[in-house]
């Protein structure tokens, strides 16, 4: 016992005598390679197949990466599960982007995995990214037109048979009964799917009989929702003359489509509350004007009643009476004045007269007749004869006097 003792005292003697060299606990240990590890290698993107792939009840994901040589310990926590757009499964090959860690119960460090694709969805994902450039470049995500606000039919281009045509239909036959809905059921998934779409936005352009297009599907993996993604696509809902609201998958997701459309919604049932107004919420707000019209007209009544009433017992008999023979007093003084006026009028018209005819007697030349005077006329053309020299011999006159006239022939003129 004292030899495992010395031997043992011995050990401990020399260790220490070791100059430089650390010792720590297996905690203290394992929290050095843990900082070391999580502070020195950034986030990474790790490519293998999957195995050993447990959901767990806390929400949380446990899977193994490995390849022909080697194997790396993953984990995805509950709340970055959630972003997941496909099922992983055993022997999927993936790739999977997050950091690396330690746990420090287990000893063993691991790949903290903030994001999981499917392996080949980054080439996906860069052929997108480079459509988009191209696109946005040639401005076809610039056009924006309004979206009307009370439109009497849309056109719905989408699976018939999928969630998303079922809850379009519910929401806009609940906010809006009045409103036509119009289906051009298309694929919304796999080959053709991008070619029969842009078909039916198309055709639903060339009936010209609908005011708004809700274009989309539900969710799904990037796969799925690949076809919104096409460049025909993204095309046709630019270039089409009816407006149209992109309504693809979740909130989350986002295709060229959405960025082509002149409205983004996060599902299609939201793409169905944007496109119509709640008929029960306008006719809650026709009720208040209406309401508040009657109030203003009962207002107006009650004010020009007032006026009336107010003008009615102005005119009692007493009253009206009285204003009438004030009124009579005024018709008999204008009577009085007029009468004046004209009577003196006619007086002065009457002395005026008077004097025109007395210059008129003065200048009659029948006045001088009874003077002795006469006026003798030359027959052939009664002009008046005013100088011998105006009649001949024999010439037939006639002579006017101040009473009565003769005739007599010429015999002799002398000058």
Known sequence: MSQLNESGDLFRSEFDRSEGTPRFSVSEFTRLVKGLIEDNIPVAAVEGEMSNYVHH?????????KDETSQLRCVMFKWQAQSLDFTPEEGMKVVAVGNATVYERGGQYQLTVIRLMPLGRGELLARLEELKKQLAGEGVFDNKRPIPPYPSAIGVVTSPTGAAVRDIINVLSRRAPHVRIILRSALVQGEGAAADIAEGIRELNAYAKVDLLIVGRGGGSIEDLWCFNEEITARAVASSRIPVISAVGHETDFTLSDFAADLRAPTPSAAAELAVRDSGALRDILEGYRSLLRKNVLAKVDELSLRVETVRKGLSPDWFLRHLMLKGQAVDELTLRMTGACS????????????????????????????????????????VVTDSGMV????????????????????????
């Open 57 to 65: 009840t806390s929400g949380h994901r446990y899977f193994t990466l």
């Open 344 to 383: 003196a009028s006619v007086s002065e018209r009457e002395k005026v007269l008077e004097r025109l005819g007395g210059k008129l007697a003065a200048m009659n030349p029948r006045s001088v007749l009874s003077r002795g005077y006469s006026i003798v006329y030359r027959d052939r053309d009664r002009c």
């Open 392 to 415: 001949a011999r024999d010439d037939s006159v006639s002579v006017e006097l101040s009473r009565g006239g003769f005739d007599a022939t010429v015999t002799e003129c002398n000058d």
